[in-house]
């Protein structure tokens, strides 16, 4: 079965940093495009950064290039997202998701509030 | 880049049938695309993936009632014989070469 379960989340100020992670089980990690996308309270989807299997390949939405680095440790079965110069409209549930040219897999999701 | 583009809300009696639709802009008509649910309060789930031809794939566990159907630049998903836990958000999603988005999303309430 496959799982993706993202930790790392809560509350930081503005300008602040935060690391993501996300432990994924159940299939070949090594072999798989990974994503973020993230959701702000009541809004919809917007994807974030993309990673190709052997991490040579890297993406970023406009919103957050600059700030955000994708990474994943193949060994570890682990993808990362580290955020720095945090604003108060990064404030949203980051879900790592599994790609296959299309999302086929969501984890739960982890929030992050940036706040004073 | 493409754009996804969908209706905020729609609304069906249960045990009917609804046809979401999610529109590409123009000149990505022939873009393939995946349809997803998110119940409240849950994560999102990906239901299927659906080219321009009209053949789709669905994710493991959806229910049959579950359908895909395409037309020019017009991607639709179709639940048939509606549940009361087909009300949920549905959200379709595409990519290009270094690039991911999502449609705003069909709020779907079953009445």
């Known amino acids: 079965e496959v799982q993706l379960v993202e930790s790392g989340g809560g509350l930081v100020q503005p300008g602040g940093s935060l690391r993501l992670s996300c432990a994924a089980s159940?299939?070949?990690?090594?072999?798989?495009?990974m994503t973020w996308v993230r959701q702000a309270p009541g809004k919809g989807l917007e994807w974030v950064s993309y990673?190709?299997?052997?991490?040579?390949?890297?993406y970023y939405a406009d919103s957050v290039k600059g700030r955000f680095t994708i990474s994943r440790d193949n060994a570890k079965n682990s993808l990362y997202l580290q955020m720095s110069s945090l604003r108060a409209e990064d404030t949203a549930f980051y879900y790592c998701?599994?790609?296959?040219?299309?999302?086929?897999?969501w984890g739960q999701g982890t929030l992050v509030t940036v706040s004073s | 880049q493409p754009v996804l583009t969908q209706s905020s809300s729609a609304s069906a009696s249960l045990g009917s049938s609804v046809k979401l639709t999610c529109t590409l802009s123009s000149g990505h008509n022939i873009y393939i695309i995946a349809w997803h649910q998110q119940q409240p309060g849950k994560a999102p789930r990906y239901l299927m993936k659906l080219e321009g031809s009209g053949s789709y794939n669905k994710g493991s566990g959806v229910p049959d009632r579950f359908s895909g159907s395409s037309s020019g630049a017009d991607r639709y998903l179709t639940i048939s014989n509606l549940q009361s836990e087909d009300e949920a958000d549905y959200y379709c999603e595409t990519w290009d070469s270094d690039t991911r988005v999502f449609g705003g999303g069909t709020k779907l309430t079953v009445l």
């Open positions: 998701a599994r790609v296959q040219q299309r999302t086929d897999y």
């Open positions: 159940g299939f070949t990690f090594s072999s798989y495009e």
């Open positions: 990673i190709s299997p052997s991490g040579n390949a890297i």
